[in-house]
C-alpha cells in the first residue's frame, strides 16, 4: 500500500531524511537512492508517494519514492550509467593505445596516477559524508577530475555509490571528462605532449 507524506530533516549533503505521512503514524527513514530514476533532489516539505519497509535493525525505510503527481517511470529507460566499466575500459584503452606507439608514455601515467588520486578523494569524502567529517569541496573534485582523474572517479562513484545522483555534480563532472579528452587529444595531435615527453626524460 502507497502512502503520501512530507519530507522533514532533510540533508543535502548526506542524500537522506525522513517522511512524515499525512494520517499519522511513525516517521520513515527515506534516502535518495530510494527515489524514482532521474528525480530531482528533494528539500523540506515535499510531498511524495512511497511503500514502506523495516530494515535489518528493525527500522522503518520508505522505499519506490515519487514526488506527487509524478509519473511511473519506465525501469527499461531507467539503465544506471556502467562507472566502473567506463572508467576501466579508458584506462586499459588509454595504456593500449600507449603500446601501440599511437600515445606518449606521460598520457596514461598522469591518467593513472590521477585516477588514483581521484579514486581516493572520492572514496574519503564518502566516509566524511556518513561520519559528520570535513568534507572534500565539490571544486576540488571536479578539478582532479578535468587534470585526468575522471576515469577513478568513474570507478568510485560506482564503487562507493557516491555523487552518482546529484544532477548538478554530474553535469559538471561529465563537462570535465569531455573537456579533458578534448585537450589531451589536442595535445597529442599538435605534438605538444610528445614533446613534453622528450623535455622531461630526454626521447
Known amino acids: 500500500m502507497r ?3 512530507r519530507i522533514s530533516g532533510w540533508n543535502e549533503d548526506k542524500g537522506y531524511g525522513f517522511v512524515v505521512p499525512h494520517d ?5 527513514f527515506v534516502h535518495i537512492k530510494k527515489f524514482q530514476f532521474g528525480s530531482r533532489r528533494p528539500v523540506d516539505g515535499d510531498l511524495i508517494s512511497y511503500t514502506t519497509f523495516k530494515d535489518d535493525r528493525g527500522r522503518l525505510n520508505a522505499a519506490d519514492v515519487r514526488f506527487a503527481g509524478q509519473k511511473i517511470e519506465d525501469r527499461k529507460l531507467a539503465t544506471p550509467i556502467p562507472r566502473l566499466a567506463i572508467g576501466i575500459c579508458s584506462l586499459l584503452s588509454v595504456i593500449i593505445a600507449t603500446i601501440l606507439g599511437f600515445l606518449p608514455t606521460i ?3 598522469g591518467y593513472l596516477l590521477l585516477s588514483c588520486l581521484s579514486y581516493l578523494m572520492y572514496t574519503l569524502d564518502k566516509v566524511a559524508s556518513s561520519k559528520d567529517m570535513r568534507r572534500t569541496p565539490e571544486a576540488n573534485l571536479h578539478f582532479v577530475d578535468l587534470l585526468g582523474g575522471w576515469p577513478g572517479a568513474l570507478i568510485a562513484q560506482q564503487q562507493s555509490r557516491h555523487k552518482t545522483v546529484k544532477v548538478s555534480f ?6 570535465t571528462v569531455a573537456t579533458n579528452i578534448a585537450v589531451v587529444a589536442w ?11 622528450a623535455s622531461l626524460f630526454g626521447g
Open 3 to 5: 502512502l503520501a507524506g
Open 24 to 28: 499519522g503514524g511513525a516517521r520513515a
Open 107 to 109: 598520457v596514461p601515467a
Open 170 to 175: 554530474q553535469s559538471v563532472f561529465w563537462f
Open 187 to 197: 595535445l597529442v595531435h599538435s605534438g605538444i605532449a610528445h614533446s613534453l615527453m
